[in-house]
């Protein structure tokens, strides 16, 4: 079923997306958001370092957010991309098809967990990833870090600042000298051998079990994710150049290699807190308009001189 154009069609409604609705929305511009429900921080019981949300739980956010936009017209479309295409036309799941001026992706990061038992059970609960999110919470507590990915370590010493009782799960990693005697320098201990499991007592995590049986308690562990533009790809369809990563290049706007093309948030940035994200979301929506007025401009400068006496 097609559907009237629009003048923007933001994909992904998590902060930036949302962020974005809103200031186009107040812009008076026709504005769908599609969104497929499936937060980030959906496990979170409470996101952290948002100017005057901060402890709000991820989806109250979203929710105040859904409401704010909605009250300028911004149409909110509950369903998943299918497909983008040159044009630009937006297929849904659904079979509806979404036709708009402009793009906005803001479809956010998937994340690439270790492949640890516990792991993806813990995922935000007390198995956490960013230490400014977190780190407060689990101060002066019995931390941990898994050596999963590269920029472990630094994530070690960074977790260091919440806790002077930090170990560091070599697992896989090929820990280098220098960086072992950094860990050591800041006395944060260093676990050799692979870890076998999450230990799990009462619904908390109480330790962390290696393959030789041994088990370190901690309540907390931290660990760097690999990551993924999510849904992967999306953007590459659209031809818009991407990093060795996968994610969109952009300028400070969040303006693609593609005409017309925005991106902002995780989809840009994997390492961006909520409130980032909502900034960037904002910063394009600016950017967005303004290009949005330059073909307004354009195109009533065509269609008068069409109508001026004496024309062919």
């Known amino acids: 079923m097609e559907t009237p154009g629009y003048d923007v069609v933001v994909v992904g409604g998590g902060a930036a997306g949302l962020s974005a609705a809103l200031v186009l929305g107040r812009a008076r511009r026709r504005v769908a958001v599609v969104d497929a429900g499936a937060p980030r921080n959906a496990p979170a019981a409470h996101m952290h370092g948002f100017l005057s949300r901060d402890g709000m739980p991820p989806a109250e956010l979203l929710a105040a957010g859904r409401a704010e936009a909605a009250g300028y017209g911004v149409e909110l479309v509950d369903d998943r991309i299918d497909a983008l295409e040159p044009g630009f036309a937006v297929r849904l799941a659904t079979g509806r098809v979404l036709e708009a001026r402009r793009i906005l992706v803001a479809t956010g990061v998937g994340d690439e967990l270790p492949d640890i038992p516990g792991v993806r059970e ?158 960037a979301g904002s910063a394009a929506a600016i950017s967005l308009n303004a290009d949005l007025v330059r073909e307004d401009v354009e195109r009533a400068k065509a269609e008068r001189g069409a109508l001026a006496p004496g024309r062919a």
């Open 122 to 279: 813990r995922w935000g609960r007390d198995l956490l990833h960013c230490p400014y999110c977190h780190g407060w919470e689990v101060r002066d507590r019995p931390v941990g870090v898994l050596g999963t990915q590269a920029g472990a370590v630094e994530h070690a010493q960074l977790v260091r600042q919440w806790s002077d009782d930090v170990v560091f799960f070599v697992h896989d990693y090929a820990l280098t000298g220098a960086e072992a005697a950094g860990l050591e320098a800041r006395g944060v201990g260093i676990v050799r051998g692979e870890v076998a499991r999450l230990v799990v007592e009462n619904d908390r995590l109480t330790g962390v079990e290696l393959a030789d049986g041994r088990v370190v308690a901690r309540t907390a562990v931290f660990v760097r994710p690999g990551n993924a533009p999510h849904p992967d790809g999306l953007l590459a369809g659209l031809g818009c150049e991407t990093d060795e990563a996968g994610f969109a290049t952009v300028d400070d706007a969040g303006r693609t290699s593609v005409p017309g093309v925005w991106a902002a948030g995780n989809v840009v940035d994997p390492r961006a807190q909520v409130i980032t994200a909502a900034g």
